[in-house]
């Protein structure tokens, strides 16, 4: 079990490209969720996945925000059109359907300037 | 709505100090779950412990210990005889019980504890 890893680590892009992040949860994990940091905050919830079907969005996910899990492994966030607001650490995580805790990933720092 | 309030922004101790983090909550659920997380630098959160609502022990493991008092809606996080590997920031979570399957986490802003030699 290798834990929840997040590819790239580091992004940075200029204002009103497109960036997509990538999560592979615990092979076992049915359950994903991507969260957002912003320095100095906690992290805030973003969207839920239960296998491949997205269950639940957050208002912070606005219009040129989409995630995907096509085959309910691995998660995919997409940003399009990048804004300065949109720069923070994006967060996964997973758990199994029975158990409480989330493991995260080490998180995708992306900077937009 | 829930609410996580974690007052204190930075704290920081001398080695081998005592500190308390402090966590107090809000919520309409009537069962819950609460959550402390670890951020160190490198930025992953890991997991330390969950608490039923329903269960007001207290609870040890090794140097750290929490203290949940439904009363107060408090959750708060003890560490004995502080390290410098504690250095982090601290995270309180809350979950509603049930409600949907989602699960989803509300957290508080975290506590940097910083923790000198």
């Known amino acids: 079990d290798t834990g929840v890893s997040q590819d790239p680590r580091h992004k940075i892009t200029k204002r009103g490209q497109n960036v997509t992040f990538r999560c592979d949860p615990i092979s076992e994990h049915n359950r994903l969720y991507w969260y957002r940091q912003t320095l100095g905050q906690g992290p805030e919830f973003l969207t839920y996945?239960?296998?491949?079907?997205?269950?639940?969005k957050s208002r912070l996910l606005s219009d040129r925000f989409s995630a995907e899990r096509p085959k309910g492994s691995f998660s995919t966030l997409e940003i399009q059109r990048t804004e300065q607001g949109d720069s923070a650490m994006y967060l996964c995580?997973?758990?199994?359907?029975?158990?409480?805790?989330?493991?995260f990933g080490p998180g995708t720092r992306l900077t937009v300037t | 709505a829930q609410k996580v309030t974690q007052a204190q922004t930075e704290i920081s101790v001398v080695e081998k100090e005592d500190v308390t983090l402090d966590c107090v909550y809000e919520?309409?659920?009537?069962?819950?779950?609460l959550f402390w997380y670890k951020q160190p630098p490198s930025g992953e959160l890991v997991f330390l412990i969950r608490?039923?609502?329903?269960?007001?022990q207290n609870e040890i493991s090794g140097r750290y210990s929490w203290n949940f008092q439904k009363s107060t809606s408090s959750f708060n996080f003890t560490i004995t005889a502080s390290q410098v590997v504690d250095s982090a920031v601290y995270f309180c979570a809350l979950r509603p019980h049930s409600g949907g399957s989602n699960y989803k986490l509300t957290f508080g802003k975290g506590t940097l504890l910083t923790v000198n030699p």
């Open positions: 995580a997973s758990r199994e359907g029975n158990s409480y805790e989330q493991y």
């Open positions: 919520t309409r659920d009537t069962t819950y779950y």
């Open positions: 996945f239960q296998n491949e079907a997205q269950l639940e």
């Open positions: 608490r039923n609502s329903f269960d007001e």
